[in-house]
């Protein structure tokens, strides 16, 4: 139900929509207006914008102009739940509006001038409930016009609806009664369905996954199946169900040979493994019809024992027909995966040159520091892939793939596997306190398998893998220019460890599960490798070369066993985010609370700063200190001829806000 807010916004004209679509970017008049009018600027997942209001001329004089926390006041109707620490929404803008999910999970449109609310689908009450029920608030909504209707595309816990875009009013024609139970119509129950990130509507297709919980640890049961995460399309107009992909293949469906018997069973894993969802946000090519899903691991994410072969389409890169969810062509990049490295962010789509050969390319991040690049339109990899032998699994059942893809251009982005030579050398005593940690676990190149914990004395705790479940790149992805091809990456450094044991709930019915969930330490609070512990890199996507590399923030350099040897900047490993201007590449350095990176004693998760970079060189030109680290993904746009820059920020003691700068 729309709940009015006693506020009233004049509702500019829309002069351009410039980056809803893909192609050239629009010329930026004075006075005019700029839309964001996706979640990650664009269907290609650009998160560019051609503004450059804010340039180097002018960037010195920016400031905070508005606060609004993520659950406005206006907005509780009696629910005084404290705001989140951590938000990951990211507004959109159309027509003087920015497009919010609340921090209690309603949808929201604010005046883009100054964060008031102008409207909100209010809180759901519950039949007979004394306080309004609260739903996830998620990383962003979507908006959808065919040049009379303009929408705004969202899913409230498990439902999805649409809102009229100027009064917040929903449509009785869409569903039932205004919305769809997205628990309905599935191969297998889902109660607890969510999403938390954003929608992507391609001609007139509204494309959403789903949010599966694939911890799996003797402090609750694991169980082989779960819910499975199927990817599907829904009329913009109606709500009509239009298709569903089968992330896990069905019997008859291309791939599900690779889905084995498991040899204690005598069922196919197909029938009864779940997950294999998309918990990121899909990308698309409207003129194509193409939309890009970015799938993740099967349960369970550390013992494949159970789901014998490569199963497809767990940790793939699918590209679907729009219209109707067929499959056009695929790529996976971990065969029968057991260290949970999902594809964890959307694909990014430009148009590259190479060696001559103009190219409609998508590239995507993975948390294994890897960058894939395709021909968008066959799925032809634009430089060699090269399928490389890996080590074996010594658990057992465990029959791992015998190699595993690897790129040969771009170069990875953040250093992978573990090796001595990695570990820190600051001074010879840290480095052999580094060494003498190290040999607790089974450690190797990318891709060395989990390992049993040995609980005897000088046994083995686990295996320690580079990147972590973590990455590499997480949920924060990357950005590109579409005028010059060049790829922004923000990652962070870090490392976990997977010490698999026997499981031993009473309601599991799984052979081995992660132990739990645990980061290496390292000598003296300090982390255990070399830095960067945070950076950003460049890469040219015409040549697959890397243009330059930053570390992102000055990291624990004041720790007292460094602070004498005057260090650069070590990097904070902090999730963060890029906005790309024709100007800058705009980064913070993420939070320090919820699953923010590799957190040490002494620092080097998150900070406050927010930066400007030199987009050729990777040098810091501007920096402000924002109230709390940046919690989501930073977003821009003009209205009355004026460029904002709004971003989502939180820190441990401070409930999550969005934050508005511009020129005074």
């Known amino acids: 139900m729309r709940e009015p807010v006693p506020h009233r916004v004049s509702i500019v004209v829309l002069v351009a929509l410039a980056l809803a679509t893909i192609g050239l970017p629009a010329r930026v008049a004075a006075g005019q207006e700029v839309a964001w009018a996706a979640y990650a600027a664009d269907a290609a997942a650009t998160k560019y914008s051609p503004l450059d209001q804010i340039n180097r001329d002018t960037i010195a004089d920016v400031e905070i102009v508005w606060r609004q926390p993520v659950i406005p006041d206006v907005t509780r109707r009696g629910n005084m739940t404290r705001g989140p620490l951590l938000s990951q929404n990211t507004p959109l803008m159309v027509g003087g509006l920015l497009y919010v999910s609340t ?88 109660p607890d369905y969510f999403w938390n990130s954003a929608p992507l509507v391609i001609n007139d297709v509204i494309i959403v996954g789903s949010f599966v919980l694939d911890y799996t640890t003797n402090q609750q049961p694991a169980t082989k199946q779960s819910a499975r995460g199927d990817v599907r399309g829904y009329d913009v107009r109606t709500g009509e169900h239009l298709w569903t992909f089968h992330t896990i293949p069905r019997e008859g469906e291309f791939g599900v040979e690779t889905w084995g018997i498991d040899p204690q069973g005598d069922r196919a894993s197909w029938e009864y493994s779940g997950n294999t969802n998309m918990w990121a946000a899909p990308s698309g090519d409207p003129e194509l019809g193409y939309v890009y899903l970015p799938l993740s691991t099967p349960t369970n994410d550390y013992y494949g024992g159970h789901r014998p072969g490569d199963n497809l389409f767990a940790e793939s890169l699918v590209c679907v027909d729009a219209a109707t969810g067929e499959r056009i062509w695929h790529f996976q990049a971990v065969h029968h995966g057991v260290w949970d490295y999902d594809f964890p962010a959307s694909a990014n789509l430009v148009d590259i040159t190479v060696d001559g050969r103009e190219i409609k390319a998508v590239a995507i991040v993975s948390k294994q520091a890897f960058i894939y690049v395709f021909d968008r339109v066959t799925g032809e990899p634009v430089w060699p892939i090269e399928e490389r032998p890996v080590p074996p699994s010594a658990v057992p059942g465990e029959r791992l793939a015998a190699t595993q893809p ?126 960067p512990y945070g950076r950003l890199s460049a890469f040219d996507l ?70 400007a970079y030199d987009k050729q060189t990777g040098e810091v030109l501007w920096e402000i200190e924002l109230p709390g680290g940046t919690t989501g993904a930073p977003m821009t746009y003009m209205v009355g001829g004026k460029q904002y820059i709004v971003v989502a920020v939180g820190w441990e003691n401070m409930p999550a806000e969005w934050v508005a700068l511009a020129l005074p």
């Open 103 to 190: 921090g209690l999970g309603s949808v929201a449109a604010l005046d883009a001038t100054t964060g008031e609310v102008v409207w909100n689908d209010g809180p759901i009450l519950e039949p007979g409930a004394d306080a309004p029920l609260r739903t996830r608030q998620t990383r962003g909504v979507a908006y959808w016009t065919d040049g009379e209707d303009t929408r705004v595309i969202a899913t409230r816990g498990p439902m999805l609806v649409a809102l009229n875009a100027t009064t917040g009013a929903r449509y009785p024609d869409f569903g039932e009664v205004g919305e769809v139970d997205l628990r309905l119509g599935l191969m297998r129950e889902f």
């Open 406 to 531: 690897f790129p040969t251009k771009p170069p990875p982005f953040d250093l992978q596997g573990v090796s001595l030579d990695d570990l820190i050398d600051y001074t010879p005593e840290l480095r052999q306190e580094a060494i003498a940690l190290l040999n607790q676990w089974v450690w190797g190149p990318i891709f060395t398998p989990p390992s049993i914990l040995d609980p005897r004395p000088g046994g083995t705790k686990g295996t320690l893998i580079s990147p972590g479940t973590a990455g590499g790149a997480s949920w924060t992805g990357a950005g590109v220019d579409p005028n010059t091809g060049v790829l922004y990456v923000p990652s962070f450094y870090g490392q976990n460890v997977l010490g698999i044991t026997r499981s031993e709930h009473p309601r599991s019915n799984v052979r081995f599960v992660r132990e739990r969930f645990t980061y290496p330490p390292g000598p003296q609070g300090l982390p255990l490798f070399k830095p």
């Open 542 to 611: 015409n040549t697959g070369e890397l243009l330059w590399m930053k570390p992102n923030g000055e990291g624990p350099r004041d720790h007292p066993a460094i602070r004498h040897l005057d260090l650069p900047w070590l990097g904070q490993s902090g999730r963060s985010s890029v906005l790309v201007t024709k100007s800058f590449i705009f980064l913070g350095e993420g939070t320090n609370t919820g699953i923010a990176g590799q957190p040490h004693p002494w620092g080097g998760v998150g900070g406050k700063k927010f930066r």
